[in-house]
């Protein structure tokens, strides 16, 4: 065989193993993500840059496997010309390397986008239900990741044992899917990465977000996003604030100042805003409330707004199906340098969108909601499928996956009751001292 022969049957060669991944991750998406973000591999390579963008998906998606064995149970590897289709470990981080995270960024976003068009609106109201909070992820503690992530130290001096990265989501409330997300330096707050999500508040929508992010400037930059893009969020116990308008007993139109600090920072801003609380007891007999733009008693009754804000507490849900169920509570990642620790975050929150895409789906076909699916069992769904993939006859596929699918019922949940007592932070029992590193020069911090 020549080598213009090799290098025809080279361009020509697709791997089988992925093609029933096109339907939700077609191979244009990839296609234009190489291409707006100038990674797309000139000349071909046996691990080329359209199966490393796999790659990093199946990374997310197997954290109990090593990325060599998730290379090559998924095939993605083209064969040399003896026809070994394997490749050095050391390969694989070359080709992520050229790869960087900008082309993972750009499918997650422009995949985020598709699949959230997809959603069916929800009953309240005709408003998209959504939530923005935080979470944290821990990095493998070297200098490099020190400068570019730091540490974060808590409100008792302590330093966390390694470089953080901390992010923030948009969730939908009733599918978990993850519209967008931004993160960074565990050094920043929560409340700068929501900024960054600002410009993703959806029209005709209401965003819960935590106490964390009561800001003037958050909160209206985004409501003047879109048209009907409205918020929620609970009271601040050293809140100020004047009532301007009383609806009812505990629900009424208030007027707040805006500090002079935030003035200064945001000259737009102005010297007051007005929004909506609404008062009700806990579970401990405590008077509390929240606030939201929401201003019309009579469109959005008080008591129906109490019932979206318990399920504030979703995205935390979501959070928590991601770090303990697809990344089996592993505190670290498994990238060593910042660049491939970016790129990983990317991979895994597509493949966590991928198998929530999946459950939406599954919900469909049972006639139940979303979150009535597991998350366990749709996952492995989704594993599967990708193995069956690699090693099954592509005309077999089909028939295995309609079996699958046959039996929903093992995919149901029970409803989830709320629970009786307001959520709290279990107290530590350990009798160990926690150890923390001697001080390094700058730590990262800045």
Known sequence: MSFTEELDQTAEWSPESLSTFQRDIPSEWIENALEATGTASIRRRRLPAEQVVWLVLGIGLYRERSIQDVCDKLDLVMPDRAGRPVVASSALAQARERLGADPMRYLFLSSAEAWSGQEAHDDFHGLKLLSVDG????????????????????????????????????????????????????????????????????????????????????????????PESHWLTPVKRTMRYEVVEQFAEHDGLIEMPVSPQAREQYPHLPATWQARMVRFANPKGEITGFLTSLTDPQRYPAEALLRIYWQRWEIEQGYGELKRRQLRSERLLRSQKPEGIIQELWGILLAYNLVRLEITRIAQEAAVPPLRISFLMAMRYIQDEFLWCAVASPGTIPKKLRALRANVKAFILPERKRPSMPRAVRKSKTRYPVMEKPPRKNRGLK
């Open 135 to 226: 979470t944290v992820f821990e990095t493998p503690d070297s200098e490099e990741n020190g400068e570019a992530f730091g540490f974060i130290e808590s409100r008792k001096g302590h330093t966390s044992a390694f470089p953080s990265v901390r992010l923030t989501a948009l969730m939908s409330l009733r599918t978990h899917l993850v519209w967008e997300a931004a993160f960074g330096p565990g050094t920043q707050g929560e409340i700068n990465y929501a900024r960054e999500l600002v410009s993703a508040a959806p029209a005709h929508s209401l965003t819960l977000f935590d106490r964390c992010y009561f800001c003037a400037e958050l909160l209206l930059s985004w409501q003047q996003a879109q």
